[in-house]
């Protein structure tokens, strides 16, 4: 189908924790996270890998076998959607 995206963005690799309203609405829906985010879910699937999570193999079998082919499959997947969604989202990080 012409509206399926080219990379299932639905996998344990992509996935992270997010309050109602930063996940909908007004939020980061239909925009691209800020550039920041994609080290932090790659040191998060690293994490994960290391400490040997369930979501170990998943992970390692949609980003890659090593940890430079990991950060280059989430650096393309972010130019990928920098392209087509063109806006930013960026948490209030705030006390």
Not at 4 to 21: G, S, T
Not at 59 to 69: K, P, Q, V
């Amino acid at each position: 189908m012409l509206n399926e995206p080219l990379v299932d963005l639905d996998q344990a690799w992509n996935l992270v924790l997010a309050c109602n309203k930063c996940n909908g609405g007004s939020g980061k829906r239909d925009q691209c996270p800020d550039v920041s985010y994609v080290e932090d879910l790659h040191n998060r699937n690293e994490y994960l890998i290391q400490s040997h999570h369930p979501l170990r193999e998943s992970i390692i079998a949609r980003t890659g076998n090593n940890e430079l082919d990991r950060r280059k499959f989430l650096q393309s997947r972010y130019n990928m959607a920098k392209l087509s969604l063109f806006h930013t989202w960026k948490a209030y990080r705030g006390i």
